[in-house]
């Protein structure tokens, strides 16, 4: 079967700017080079079928109990973080980035460490139904280019960033003048230009105020600006990091201000975490047209605080979700949709007041069709409108093992929030991006076996 060319006929759950869930039943939907082609109901497949050249045997009918949604888009996620995942979160962060982050994420200028283990973590984030990734790598060129041709040859869509770090950082751990930084920075991008993956861009990654000086920022402003290519940083995630900031550039008036005059805030720029806004920096984001990751997970395990992104949302701010891996301990987009939620009840329980929450909903929305507007992909993937490329999940509720349990009563609604809410990446049977299957789940189980078996042998 020509992957890039056949038709689905089922059930799709996807997001519009209308309803953040719109169930579509008995509906074939066609991808030709990538990309979709028709949503019609499926008494007219015979027409459309012909229409677009798909022969009948390219036509996969779904089971019951199976749907197909739009791919997870993870705003917010370092993938050189990933060993860490699950372990030392016993301290805030700026102690965190000391005593775990750095030293984990020095390793990765050794390329043979860094290939081995970079592999893991994309393999796992697509098992995960992660079909773009917004990655930070680390300051070291090379293993950030080995990280995006990984990424390439497993077929996810990608932001990259080599990260840029000149002080407050340790002596092993940090790039020694403005100029070597920019130079990298420039010759990781102008390689990425090169290469010209299909979906894959380079992002410009400073990685927080502490972590870099003025003139640095100004300038790695100033080549997001030659490039035409996106921003990514951190913002207002503790209250400790704020104020260090706040004693570094005495002359802004917020932390979203020393941004600002570098230049970094941009209509392309993804900020994490944005906890400690003030009004006056939500509203100069707003007006910059920068996007939010939030990141529930991490502002959780670490300890940094409660997102009220309702808040954000109702005053007009892009909003996507990341799982911030490793300071989030989860690198599925579901554990973030469900500790969102779980993050804002907790905004409804305090203010006691009517305070609606997030629903599991929105935030289905925000990990797929918000996301997508938050990283300047929106018209190339996020839903299933038709002439955007095909980046989805079959999603299986009776899938082997599954952990979801459906009852007859249930409705394909209630089947997508057990699923948002109960299931994992067992349900998940293919992954698909740019209409390219990259994952099925007979690779699936192959590697949870080998996994096992693995584990069996120790
Ligand atoms: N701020 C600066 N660097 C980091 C990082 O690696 N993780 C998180 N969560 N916050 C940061
Ligand atoms: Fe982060």
Redesign the pocket.
């Known amino acids: 079967m020509e992957e890039e060319c056949f038709a689905i006929c089922g059930s799709f759950i996807h997001s519009t700017d209308q309803a953040a869930v719109e169930t579509l039943k008995n509906k074939c939907l066609g991808v030709k080079h990538g990309k979709i082609v028709f949503l019609d109901d499926t008494e007219l497949v015979q027409d459309r079928l012909s229409e677009f050249g798909i022969p009948e045997e390219n036509v996969l009918k779904l089971k019951e109990k199976q749907f197909v949604i739009p791919g997870f888009i993870d705003t917010h996620i370092?993938a050189p973080?990933y060993p860490n995942a699950g372990k030392g979160l016993d301290m805030g962060?700026l102690e965190w980035?000391e005593k775990y982050?750095f030293p984990t994420e020095m390793k990765f200028k050794d390329l043979k460490y860094a290939s081995s283990t970079y592999r893991r973590v994309v393999s796992r984030v697509l098992k995960n139904g992660t079909t773009t990734a917004c990655y930070?790598a680390t300051i070291d060129t090379d293993a950030t280019l080995l990280l995006c041709g990984i990424i390439n040859d497993l077929g996810q869509r990608a932001l990259v960033g080599k990260v840029n770090m000149n002080q407050n950082s340790p002596e092993y751990y940090m790039e020694h003048s403005v100029e070597e930084s920019i130079l990298e920075t420039r010759r990781y991008i102008e390689t990425i230009n090169k290469r010209d993956y299909k979906y894959i861009t380079a992002v410009v990654t400073p990685?927080?105020a502490i972590?870099c000086c003025e003139e640095l920022m100004k300038r790695l402003g100033q080549l997001a600006a030659e490039f035409n290519i996106p921003v990514q940083t951190?913002i207002c995630?503790s209250r400790a990091?704020v104020e260090f900031v706040s004693s570094l550039y005495p002359d802004c008036t917020s932390y979203a201000d020393v941004y600002d005059k570098a230049g970094l805030l941009t209509d392309k720029t993804v900020l994490?975490?944005c906890i400690y806004l003030t009004e006056d920096e939500i509203e100069l984001i707003k007006e910059r047209g920068s996007a939010v990751s939030h990141?529930p997970n991490?502002n959780l395990s670490?300890r940094s605080g409660l997102l009220d992104v309702q808040k954000l949302l109702q005053q007009g701010v892009q909003v996507g979700l990341g799982t911030?891996v490793s300071?989030g301990y989860h690198p599925s987009i579901l554990d973030a949709i469900r500790v969102a939620v779980h993050v804002s009840n907790s905004h409804a329980i305090i203010a006691a007041n009517g305070y609606k929450s997030l629903s599991v909903r929105d935030a289905f929305r925000l990990a797929t069709l918000e996301g997508a507007k938050a990283l300047s992909l929106d018209t190339v993937v996020g839903n299933f409108e038709v002439g955007k490329e095909f980046d989805a999940l079959l999603i299986d509720l009776d899938s082997p093992d599954s952990h979801v349990d459906v009852f007859d009563e249930d409705t394909l609604e209630d089947c997508l929030d057990k699923f948002l809410y109960t299931g994992d990446d067992r349900n998940i049977r293919a992954v698909y991006v740019g209409g390219r299957k990259v994952l099925d789940a007979e690779n699936t189980y192959t590697q949870r076996n080998s996994l096992n078996n693995g584990l069996n042998g120790h």
């Open positions: 370092h973080q962060l980035l982050t930070f990685r927080f972590s951190h995630e990091e994490a975490h990141c991490s670490i911030d300071g």
